[in-house]
């Protein structure tokens, strides 16, 4: 079961920046916040992933709030390319887990 | 380059045929994952392989068996297809780590089974 719940879509312009918010309010202490998308036609890709911190790659930044309840993914610059299925996902991050994916933001960019 | 690939993009096939799906990484990845993706269903887990010859049953392994003879590669087999096995299935490597690695998802294949 799915234990984040997003929007179900999203509008951004060209060049703006897309801010994708996700509620977890059931988290546990050990279990990490992940962030994948889905370009159509193609398999998931990883984006970043963060436990309590903030966390910024080149890809996207990741801001989790202080009671671990939500975050949000900010792309800064959106472009087209950006275009896709965002999933929000939490995992314990000891031993194997699996992933389990909801059905995610989908996010449109527009010129 | 990392790379997942699988055997076929898009595959057709008749009730009751025997399917293989394929998927090798090149990352020396000891974990690997078998995936399908419906509407509506996000994705779910069918199996997983931590090591050679190793396997574990998914979320809905049933109508599905696996195959992991080489570390590289690892197979999805329905025995017997029935339409509704029709889906997108993914493939996906990770390696043995603390258990906060990221999965690396193969393209996909998408089978329709008539």
């Known amino acids: 079961d799915a234990k984040t719940t997003q929007p179900p879509s999203m509008d951004c312009a060209e060049g703006r920046a897309a801010n994708l918010p996700c509620n977890h309010s059931?988290?546990?202490?050990?279990?990490?916040v992940y962030w994948y998308r889905q370009i159509h036609s193609q398999g998931p890709q990883y984006i970043i992933h963060?436990?309590?911190n903030n966390e910024t790659n080149e890809m996207a930044s990741l801001i989790i709030t202080e009671d671990r309840k939500s975050s949000t993914l900010i792309l800064p610059h959106a472009t087209l390319r950006d275009t896709a299925v965002y999933y929000c996902?939490?995992?314990?991050?000891?031993?194997?887990?699996?992933?389990?994916f909801g059905t995610g933001t989908r996010l449109l960019v527009s010129p | 380059d990392v790379k997942v690939t699988q055997s076929s993009r898009y595959l057709v096939k008749r009730t009751g045929e025997k399917v293989f799906l394929e998927c090798v990484q090149d990352?020396?990845?000891?974990?690997m994952f078998w995936y399908r993706q419906d509407p509506g269903l996000g994705l779910r887990l069918i199996y997983f392989?931590?090591?050679?010859?190793?396997?574990e049953k998914g979320d809905i392994p049933e109508g599905y068996s696996v195959s992991r003879e080489k570390k590289e590669r690892f197979s999805l087999i329905l025995e017997s297809a029935s339409t509704n096995q029709t889906s997108m299935y993914l493939c996906?490597?990770?390696?043995?780590?603390?258990?906060?690695?990221?999965?690396?998802f193969g393209p996909g294949t998408r089978l329709t089974v008539l």
């Open positions: 059931t988290i546990s202490g050990n279990e990490y």
């Open positions: 392989s931590y090591d050679v010859k190793m396997k």
């Open positions: 990352m020396d990845h000891e974990n």
């Open positions: 963060g436990l309590k």
């Open positions: 996902i939490v995992r314990v991050g000891e031993g194997f887990q699996k992933l389990v």
């Open positions: 996906a490597s990770s390696p043995r780590g603390a258990g906060d690695d990221e999965q690396f």
